[in-house]
């Protein structure tokens, strides 16, 4: 119903009243190609219709749309948002506000990563072998809700963050998980050679999931080319996991190479199972 505009400070608009799909229009406003505006926006609603629009009119045009483009979060913030479709169903992937404090500090808060492997952070997006390393599934990594930074320093990258369940799991009472996370790389380059060198360690106890038979530890190859599993455990209580990674890769020219290893430790509430991976 009523609304307010504000641009770089000025009030443009000023409509507080409480009616209905009225539209309103500023007086003249200066705007700057390529220099960021600011944009203040305050509304009610009361009854009727509930929508917003904000239109403007360039010099020797028509009356069209904000585009969406032309709009980004204030003093340092960014966001993400992603969904994958598959087989029937929509399933949020990422979903993260951040915060760039410096050209060397930055927060994440939301759903996103936990810095487990290079694959793991990398094999979505720059996909070289279809088939992935084994462990990023066998050890259940995936994008949970938490908190991280990271610092970027010359060659060094330090990240490191909080975590809980992922987002579609949250709604049970027994995923209320917690794990810490953390992981450092040194990415020299020399002349045409980049080199990566990373390790990371994390920890997580696994909440109420340590009541039930719940965690079970498997792979086998991407393709199902065979019924053998690369590494199948029974279900087991977990309690806690402790796990540390090591990564390394090297590009040079159009030649790359890049290895990695990960151990697993799960602390189980069974006496004497305390079954170890790597």
Same mark, same amino acid.
């Given at each position: 119903?009523?609304?307010?505009?504000?641009?770089?400070?000025?009030?443009?608009?000023?409509?507080?009243?409480? $009616?209905?799909?009225?539209?309103?229009?500023?007086?003249?406003?200066?705007?700057?190609?390529?220099?960021?505006?600011?944009?203040?926006?305050?509304?009610?609603?009361?009854?009727?219709?509930?929508?917003?629009?904000?239109?403007?009119?360039?010099?020797?045009?028509?009356?069209?749309?904000?585009?969406?483009?032309?709009?980004?979060?204030?003093g340092g913030f960014g966001y993400a948002f992603e969904v994958d479709f598959a087989d029937n169903m929509? %399933?949020?992937? $990422?979903?993260?506000?951040?915060?760039?404090?410096?050209?060397?500090?930055?927060?994440?808060?939301?759903?996103? +990563?936990?810095?487990?492997?290079?694959?793991?952070?990398?094999s979505s997006r720059f996909t070289s072998f279809i088939e992935r390393a084994a462990f990023t599934d066998?050890? +259940?990594? %995936?994008?949970r809700v938490g908190v991280s930074g990271n610092v970027a320093a010359g060659d060094f990258l330090v990240?490191?963050?909080?975590?809980?369940?992922?987002?579609?799991?949250?709604?049970?009472?027994?995923? +209320?998980?917690?794990?810490? $996370?953390?992981?450092?790389?040194?990415?020299?380059?020399?002349?045409?050679?980049?080199?990566?060198?990373?390790?990371?360690?994390?920890?997580?106890? +696994?909440?109420?999931?340590?009541?039930?038979?719940?965690?079970?530890?498997?792979?086998?190859?991407?393709?199902?080319?065979? $019924?053998?599993?690369?590494?199948?455990?029974?279900?087991?209580?977990?309690?806690?996991?402790?796990?540390?990674?090591?990564?390394?890769?090297?590009?040079?020219?159009?030649?790359?190479?890049?290895?990695?290893?990960?151990?697993? %430790?799960?602390?189980?509430?069974?006496?004497?199972?305390?079954?170890?991976?790597?």
């Open positions: 119903n009523g609304f307010r505009l504000w641009v770089d400070g000025a009030l443009a608009i000023d409509h507080w009243i409480d $009616d209905w799909d009225k539209e309103q229009t500023s007086e003249p406003v200066q705007l700057t190609a390529g220099r960021a505006h600011d944009i203040k926006v305050e509304y009610f609603e009361h009854y009727g219709g509930s929508n917003f629009h904000l239109r403007w009119t360039p010099p020797g045009g028509a009356k069209e749309p904000v585009p969406r483009s032309g709009f980004r979060l204030p929509v %399933e949020i992937s $990422d979903a993260i506000l951040t915060y760039k404090a410096s050209d060397e500090i930055q927060f994440t808060v939301g759903q996103h +990563n936990g810095f487990q492997s290079l694959e793991e952070l990398t066998a050890f +259940n990594f %995936e994008r990240q490191a963050g909080v975590f809980t369940d992922n987002l579609e799991d949250l709604t049970e009472d027994s995923d +209320n998980a917690t794990s810490f $996370d953390g992981r450092i790389v040194y990415a020299p380059r020399f002349g045409d050679t980049q080199l990566h060198l990373g390790a990371s360690a994390h920890w997580r106890d +696994n909440g109420d999931l340590a009541t039930l038979a719940a965690t079970r530890y498997r792979q086998r190859p991407l393709i199902h080319s065979t $019924d053998v599993r690369f590494i199948g455990s029974d279900p087991i209580p977990v309690e806690a996991e402790t796990s540390y990674g090591v990564e390394t890769a090297l590009v040079h020219g159009p030649f790359h190479a890049a290895a990695e290893a990960h151990w697993l %430790e799960a602390d189980s509430t069974l006496t004497g199972v305390n079954p170890t991976f790597f």
